[in-house]
């Protein structure tokens, strides 16, 4: 009888045992320590594309399109002005006084105002349109260019017809009084705009406005250089410059 008691004692410590073991083994084992992930790495541009700004002046250069042309080449008959190439530092200087009506221009109003045309909008736009370059010789088409390329290589040129006037007389004025305004070459400064190259009935449109007070000409006092000057010597600069057109400086 003792016997028996001693093997069921001993049957039943394996099998508790047994299950033990078993329990042990069913555990879920533990986690590793998580390490930190490295963040994706950005795609890299393309090697191509174009600057978001020159994208984003472009797509603005559409609204300017419908009067100044799609190359910024302005109306044929000087009603609208160039900007393609004109200076970004007056380009953007001018959009603001359009805003702030420092400068009226009824038309311009609309589009210049904040919430059409913010300020980092007039930066992508100017700088668009200054880098604009309009040929001042006619292409040289191939054969095989198409009609559609001949015609688009046309619009970008931009010849402004000579001026009658006394072209030496015009030059000793424009560079003894212009110059360091609008630079030698007429090409402008800073914010002063260029002048060679612009449409001769704009450009006297606009000496007009200044005569009648109705545009400053960043002169302190109502009367400044232009208004020492007769009609022959401003006719006599504006022939001079149409005469210095060089798109290829």
């Given at each position: 009888?003792?016997?028996?008691?001693?093997?069921?004692?001993?049957?039943?410590?394996?099998?508790?045992?047994?299950?033990?073991?078993a329990?042990?083994?069913?555990?879920?084992?533990?986690?590793?320590?998580?390490?930190?992930?490295?963040?994706?790495?950005?795609?890299?541009?393309?090697?191509?594309?174009?600057?978001?700004?020159?994208?984003?002046?472009?797509?603005?250069?559409?609204?300017?399109?419908?009067?100044?042309?799609?190359?910024?080449?302005?109306g044929?008959?000087?009603?609208?002005?160039?900007?393609?190439?004109?200076?970004?530092?007056?380009?953007?200087?001018?959009?603001?006084?359009?805003?702030?009506?420092?400068?009226?221009?009824?038309?311009?109003?609309?589009?210049?105002?904040?919430?059409?045309?913010?300020?980092?909008?007039?930066?992508?736009?100017?700088?668009?349109?200054?880098?604009?370059?309009?040929?001042?010789k006619?292409?040289?088409?191939?054969?095989?260019?198409?009609?559609?390329?001949?015609?688009?290589?046309?619009?970008?040129?931009?010849?402004?017809?000579?001026?009658?006037?006394?072209?030496?007389?015009?030059?000793?004025?424009?560079?003894?009084?212009?110059?360091?305004?609008?630079?030698?070459?007429?090409?402008?400064?800073?914010?002063?705009?260029?002048?060679?190259?612009?449409?001769?009935?704009y450009?006297?449109?606009?000496?007009?406005?200044?005569?009648k007070?109705?545009?400053?000409?960043?002169?302190?006092?109502?009367?400044?250089?232009?208004?020492?000057?007769?009609?022959?010597?401003i006719?006599?600069?504006?022939?001079?410059?149409?005469?210095?057109?060089?798109?290829?400086?």
């Amino acid at each position: 009888m003792a016997v028996m008691r001693k093997l069921f004692a001993r049957t039943l410590f394996l099998l508790v045992a047994g299950l033990c073991v078993a329990g042990v083994s069913a555990a879920p084992p533990k986690k590793a320590a998580s390490k930190p992930v490295a963040p994706a790495e950005k795609a890299p541009a393309p090697a191509h594309a174009a600057p978001a700004d020159e994208d984003k002046g472009k797509e603005i250069n559409g609204v300017c399109a419908a009067c100044h042309g799609e190359f910024g080449q302005g109306g044929k008959r000087g009603e609208y002005p160039r900007i393609a190439g004109q200076r970004a530092a007056y380009i953007k200087d001018q959009l603001k006084s359009f805003r702030a009506r420092k400068r009226i221009n009824i038309p311009m109003y609309p589009y210049t105002q904040e919430r059409e045309l913010p300020d980092e909008d007039i930066e992508a736009v100017s700088d668009y349109l200054a880098a604009i370059q309009l040929p001042t010789k006619w292409p040289e088409f191939k054969d095989s260019d198409d009609a559609l390329t001949r015609l688009e290589a046309v619009e970008k040129v931009m010849i402004v017809p000579r001026a009658e006037g006394d072209i030496e007389n015009g030059k000793a004025i424009y560079q003894k009084e212009c110059f360091s305004c609008h630079g030698r070459d007429g090409r402008g400064r800073g914010k002063f705009p260029l002048l060679v190259g612009q449409y001769t009935s704009y450009l006297k449109k606009q000496v007009d406005s200044y005569l009648k007070g109705e545009r400053p000409h960043d002169e302190e006092g109502p009367k400044g250089i232009l208004n020492a000057l007769g009609e022959k010597d401003i006719q006599d600069i504006l022939a001079y410059l149409t005469s210095i057109q060089d798109a290829e400086k």
